[in-house]
């Protein structure tokens, strides 16, 4: 499906983030010149550091790589399709347990060296204030959309909906107390040493949940509505929510025994690396708008980072999205100018690879329509097709961002075992995606 109208031979790209650079790349690699407009390093988000293309902000993780996952199947379909993103996390990929992880400067290097050298597609540093009012434009600008981009986005849209983020702390290795951290993956999945882990007994746990609680948290504007996304919630939001939330999230001890005493902790705190020398680990799932005083103050009560050395402070930002099943088509074409593509998290998906699989649609869409050719919709029973129907088919009252999951595919007809269910799933899916893929050749 596409809806056509004029006939263009070239597109512009607003955003070089994840989605908006695997856009360009679709696009281009199908023939179709790109200009790629991308504010950095001219000008940078309150969340973003590098120079370069494709910047990891969040953590440096793409989450689970096997097919029990959904997102370890989004992952290979992306592979299957040859995704440019995937491309380079295989290339730049350092070790952690059953997930994907990258040494993220790495990454947005190959990706900025793939994209600045393509001799289709064009790097325009500099904000975009406004959208062309002309041919085929895919926005990607992302969650961090500048305001005054923002404010052209409303007029454009007639809606602008706000969640926010909020990114954990990265530490330098060398000043871990490593005789109170111990080296363990959960399950022993992996190397077995992927993550350092800071063991805590309950006394411990109890003082610094409450700590947390009760430290200082930077304010909000007043006009400024507060909406979280469950998945990167704040760890200090987490600890109001109850004593033992965090037991049961990320400072789950499950599957974590201390090598030193072979009993589990009563909680742990993971650290992850965040570059291929391990010399700096994040700390996993520990999101944070607390001020940064009061993140060296709390932080450091956690055993073995009594002394830790700061490498980046959490910070809190907004996040935009539109409400895309109102507005959009299956294509991510906006329905009244379907000349107008969006892409990636602005739409309402929630990850880095799924940002990815979303500019991947995005670039074939615009292909097409450049070149009045007809885009078969990828099946939902894909994990592309599943993520693009949620995105655009689901209940636009109460449309929130999203990570690709199971439950958002078609039931398997029958009756299938819970254990073999997401095999299944998986299988079928990649069935479906391989007859699909014909389609596009």
Request: proline share 6%.
């Amino acid at each position: 499906m596409i809806i056509n109208s004029e006939k263009h031979h070239s597109i512009t790209i607003i955003g070089g983030g994840l989605a908006g650079c695997e856009a360009a790349w679709q696009s281009a690699q199908r023939g179709i010149t790109v200009t790629l407009h991308e504010m950095k390093p001219e000008k940078f988000s309150p969340a973003h550091h590098l120079p370069g293309l494709a910047e990891l902000v969040c953590s440096n993780s793409l989450r689970g790589d096997s097919l029990e996952n959904a997102v370890g199947l989004l992952k290979e379909e992306l592979r299957r399709c040859g995704s440019l993103v995937m491309e380079a996390a295989e290339a730049t990929r350092v070790p952690a347990g059953g997930a994907l992880a990258v040494d993220r400067q790495l990454f947005s290097d190959y990706i900025t060296e793939k994209i600045s050298s393509h001799p289709l597609i064009t790097v325009m540093q500099g904000e975009a204030t406004e959208i062309p009012a002309e041919g085929i434009v895919i926005i990607a600008s992302g969650p961090l959309t500048s305001d005054t981009l923002a404010e052209s986005l409303a007029t454009l849209t007639g809606d602008r909906l706000y969640f926010y983020d909020a990114i954990a702390p990265i530490v330098s290795a060398e000043s871990l107390d490593m005789t109170k951290v111990f080296a363990a993956s959960r399950y022993g999945k992996g190397d077995g040493d992927d993550y350092l882990n800071c063991p805590l007994d309950e006394v411990e746990y109890l003082a610094f949940v409450a700590e947390l609680v009760g430290s200082e948290k930077v304010p909000s504007r007043d006009f400024e509505k507060i909406v979280h996304f469950e998945g990167c919630m704040p760890v200090e939001t987490m600890a109001e929510r109850g004593v033992e939330t965090l037991r049961f999230g990320p400072m789950k001890p499950v599957g974590l025994a201390d090598p030193r005493s072979g009993v589990e902790p009563h909680a742990v705190i993971q650290l992850r690396a965040e570059n291929r020398e391990k010399t700096m680990y994040n700390l996993v799932g520990f999101q944070t708008k607390l001020t940064y005083g009061e993140q060296r103050r709390v932080f450091r009560m956690i055993p073995g980072l009594e002394d830790v050395e700061f490498i980046r402070l959490g910070s809190m930002h907004r996040n935009t999205f539109i409400n895309s099943p109102a507005l959009l088509l299956p294509t991510q074409q906006l329905k009244q100018e379907p000349r107008i593509i969006f892409a990636g998290q602005i739409t309402g998906v929630e990850g880095y690879v799924e940002s990815a699989a979303s500019g991947f649609l995005a670039g074939i869409s615009a292909a097409c329509l450049s070149q009045e050719e007809t885009l078969p919709l990828p099946p939902p029973e894909t994990a592309l097709g599943a993520l693009m129907a949620h995105i655009t088919n689901a209940d636009a009252k109460h449309f929130q961002p999203m990570n690709v999951n199971y439950g958002l595919f078609p039931e398997l007809p029958g009756r299938v075992k819970k254990k073999e269910k997401r095999q299944k799933l998986a299988e079928r899916a990649l069935a479906a995606l391989d007859e699909w893929r014909e389609q596009l050749a």
